[in-house]
């Protein structure tokens, strides 16, 4: 099955830094790669996805790429502000049997200092 | 639009007991899933349901049976609750495919004692 492997851990940055975590898969046919923030407390939300016929979108200060060759992804946020500070996931999503089971990584703590 | 509601928000049980949860979309959406969260671990798939009346296994489905009579309803039982169940449960949804990303619920916090 899918492997998905998250990096750092942990994240700390200055407000108004930039902050990039990746993340790399194990399956060539994934094929959908969504990204989810978590407040403290509170439910995990969609932020952002990209799709494997993409290499590179973006929303506001946020960004995902995406090298297929090197079967990796990565979230870019720029000018990262105190309300970015929570738990960030990646996934990715594998076709199997018609249904699309995202695996995901196990987590980024990201602490923006003010 | 309600989205994904979980109930209940918290619950302790004792060892041996048995306990449902609820999830409840109002979006139409054909797959619904549990998941469970601890800390470092991320989150772990127990099982999901494709449509009405059809379920699988996730990563971690023991100690764990689902059941989806009506497509906008996933319900999560424990029949004998273990102290290895703590957690907080995640339900959520999506459409089918192309896959789209979840739209998760507010979570249930379980403890087993």
């Known amino acids: 099955g899918e492997n998905v492997e998250q990096h750092p851990s942990t994240l700390s940055v200055q407000e108004g830094d930039s902050a990039v975590i990746k993340c790399t898969y194990s399956d060539s046919a994934s094929n959908y790669f969504p990204w989810y923030k978590q407040e403290l407390g509170k439910r995990p939300q969609l932020i952002i996805d990209?799709?494997?016929?993409?290499g590179e979108k973006k929303d506001q200060r946020i960004a995902v790429t995406l090298n297929k060759t090197a079967k990796h992804f990565s979230l870019h946020i720029t000018e990262t502000q105190p309300e970015d500070s929570a738990v960030y996931f990646c996934?990715?999503?594998?076709?199997?049997?018609?249904?699309?089971?995202?695996?995901f990584g196990r987590g980024t703590s990201l602490i923006v200092h003010p | 639009n309600a989205g994904v509601t979980q109930t209940p928000k918290f619950r302790v049980l004792k060892t041996g007991q048995s306990m449902t949860l609820l999830c409840a979309q109002d979006?139409?959406?054909?797959?619904m899933y549990w998941y469970r969260q601890d800390p470092g671990m991320g989150l772990r798939l127990i099982h999901y349901s494709v449509g009405e009346g059809i379920t699988a296994k996730g990563e971690v489905p023991d100690g764990y049976n689902v059941s989806r009579l009506k497509k906008q309803n996933f319900l999560l039982g424990l029949e004998s609750a273990a102290p290895s169940q703590t957690s907080v449960y995640f339900c959520a949804s999506s459409y089918s495919v192309p896959p789209y990303g979840y739209t998760f619920g507010s979570g249930t916090r379980l403890t087993v004692v």
């Open positions: 996934a990715a999503s594998t076709p199997g049997g018609g249904s699309y089971i995202p695996t």
């Open positions: 990209i799709r494997s016929n993409v």
């Open positions: 979006m139409n959406h054909e797959y």
